[in-house]
């Protein structure tokens, strides 16, 4: 079984009162689309970059927001020692493309995405499909 914790990254994280500007900041600087929000190391809720730009853009909000205030709670999460099968039934029973991974304690050690998942298992795809190469030339 392929544990999630080897397809682990590195998770970007602000406390409940970071305003929106100091999340989207963070957003732009790390590169990624989501921040989870976290009290004591434990994920409380998710901010994407979509929640960012609809608060913005269509809801009037403003950059000095409090991120408590759109950020999606409770945010779903996986043990690290789950499997990747695992990650991909929560991800469809939750309707999320995010997955916060938390340790035996309950304490956040990375995230794992939709698109990560999805690159595994084209690779794994991949692989198979060379596998099978040789016997299709034969037939």
Do not use: C, W
Not at 57 to 64: E, N, V
């Amino acid at each position: 079984m392929q544990y999630i914790e080897r397809f682990l990254k590195k998770v970007v994280t602000a406390s409940p009162d970071a305003t929106l500007a100091e999340v989207a900041r963070s957003m732009e600087r790390h590169n990624v689309g989501s921040v989870v929000v976290t009290d004591n190391h434990r994920p409380v809720g998710i901010v994407t970059d979509r929640d960012v730009a609809l608060e913005l853009g269509a809801r009037d909000g403003s950059l000095d927001m409090m991120v408590v205030r759109i950020m999606t709670t409770p945010v779903e999460t996986i043990p690290h020692n789950e499997g990747v099968f695992a990650a991909t039934q929560s991800m469809l029973e939750h309707k999320v493309r995010r997955l916060a991974v938390v340790d035996d304690e309950g304490l956040l050690v990375g995230i794992v995405t939709f698109d990560d998942l999805l690159r595994l298992l084209s690779r794994e795809l991949s692989n198979l499909s060379e596998g099978i190469a040789p016997e299709m030339k034969v037939r």
